[in-house]
């Protein structure tokens, strides 16, 4: 399984982004997916959260009305648009496969990882 994201870059505060994370595999349906971001410095955390079927949806509070988590599972692909962005939300973003079809929050059960991409907000 390989996970591909895109769609990071530099952002004054107040923007937006979309990031986009494509499957290599059609199994993607079958499988919740997540965001996670790791800030210099910082342990990587969870920022969102979707089931298989795109039905529930969990934020991290930090970016909870701000962040929206998506997918097209006919296009195997997940997405997280990123309104109101703050200089905090620096850092590098992942995209995560979980073991299983509904929602958890904690990287353990991720078990396929993206390469991650940079978003950086400026002040």
């Known amino acids: 399984v390989q996970l591909q994201a895109s769609g990071g870059g530099l952002v004054q505060a107040g923007g937006s982004l979309r990031l986009s994370c494509a499957s290599s595999?059609?199994?993607?349906?079958?499988?919740?997916m997540g965001w996670f971001r790791q800030a210099p410095g910082k342990e990587r955390e969870f920022v969102a959260t979707?089931?298989?079927?795109?039905?529930?949806?969990g934020y991290a509070d930090s970016v909870k009305g701000r962040f929206t988590i998506s997918r097209d599972n006919a296009k195997n692909t997940v997405y997280l648009q990123m309104a109101s962005l703050k200089p905090e939300d620096t850092a590098v973003y992942y995209c995560?496969?979980?073991?299983?079809?509904?929602?958890?929050?904690?990287?353990?059960?991720?078990?396929?990882w993206g390469q991650g991409t940079l978003v950086t907000v400026s002040s």
């Open positions: 995560a496969r979980n073991r299983r079809g509904y929602m958890d929050y904690e990287a353990k059960d991720y078990t396929y």
């Open positions: 595999v059609s199994t993607f349906s079958g499988y919740a």
């Open positions: 979707i089931d298989w079927k795109g039905s529930s949806t």
